[in-house]
């Protein structure tokens, strides 16, 4: 009895072989929350076990095994989104974003500053107290997702995968706050603007 | 009090900056009253804020629960096959190393 609670408070390891068999769908299923495209997601898994061999010594069992692997994952999606936030040269600066118009908000006149008036938000048919459950509603959810500028998507996710503030972030991506907080800014309005057309169909 | 007005008035953009900050926990005091003050009084910027705040504890919901995952997010097995394959060639690369 005494060897069977020992056992039990210790994390089982398994061949490195079955990982697939044992991970890969979980993996792949938390990898595509976060980034959004299959293909990458794909590789960001097959990545983390290539890893994971090399490292598996490093592996103590004071976590589950599944919990080292999505150590690693985690890992492998922050670097991706820094290459994608250095790579991408949009402009990020307040108003003189060419490819990325301030398409929300007056910008001149006595109303400057207001909501366009197609911008507005409008009324959602939907119990605001309780997540979605409809499958639906989160593959539309991805696509607007999806659709935000790569730099975007960088601070959005990260900013809502664990662990991480504002300060991380910005130091992770090499941006500066106030950048961080326009891309924050522009991306829930983008965001919002996304779900309301393709999926609440605002009235 | 015209003054006052004026200083207490943001617009629409200054507010959802601000609901935005807020949602992040980094607002001071002097913005969450000039913010709480705009939303009183515009029912689009309560609105971007209630809506904002319900996609955002959406998404939370979505990376907590894996089974939220969509038809198409689905690993295939043509694709674990090869990744099975990958594994066992460094697998054997490991094991000559050694």
Partial sequence: MANLSTHNSQ????EPSQWVELYSDYLFVYAFARVHKKEVAEDLVQDTFVSAIKAKDSFQQKSTERTWL????????IDYYKKKSTQSEIS??????????????ETEGSRQGMWQVDARPGFWDTDYKTPVEKIEFYTILNQCLENL??????????????DFDAQEICKELNISSSNYWVIMHRSKLQLRDCMSKNWFIEK | MKK?????????EQATFLVTKEMSGTITFSEKIKMQFHLLVCKYCRLFKKQSTFLSENINHQHQHSDKCLPDCKLE????ARMQ???QAELKKGSEEN
């Fill in chain 1, 11 to 14: 994390h089982t390891k398994s």
């Fill in chain 1, 70 to 77: 999505t150590s690693i994952l985690k890992n492998k999606i």
């Fill in chain 1, 92 to 105: 990020i600066g307040a108003d003189e974003d060419s490819e990325n118009p301030n398409t929300f908000f």
């Fill in chain 1, 149 to 162: 500028p790569e730099q975007w998507a960088a601070v959005f996710t990260l900013k809502n995968m664990e």
């Fill in chain 2, 4 to 12: 006052l007005m004026q200083i207490m008035m943001l617009n629409c």
């Fill in chain 2, 77 to 80: 097995d043509s694709r674990k």
């Fill in chain 2, 85 to 87: 394959e990958i594994l």
